[in-house]
């Protein structure tokens, strides 16, 4: 598992921007785009080279505190 798996990642569309937003609010506040494929794609690559930058300069990663919601039974 690479280090970037620890963090949720999503793709939404937003009425607002009437565009898709890709959010891992661990680690940035978001992309966005017209093609959701391309927007979850993107947002694995930034969210990547976040890490890669962070760990560069020495930085520690913020633990990962966003997490799916989990379906109440």
Do not use: F
Not at 14 to 39: E, F, M, N, W
Not at 57 to 73: A, D, F, I, N
């Amino acid at each position: 598992m690479k280090t970037s798996d620890r963090y949720h990642k999503w793709v939404e569309w937003s009425d607002d921007d009437q565009a898709y937003l890709g959010k891992c609010p661990d680690l940035i506040t978001g992309i966005h785009g017209d093609d959701p494929r391309l927007v979850y794609a993107d947002l694995c690559e930034v969210v990547e080279d976040v890490v890669r930058h962070l760990q560069s300069v020495g930085r520690p990663l913020p633990e990962p505190r966003v997490r799916p919601m989990q379906e109440v039974v």
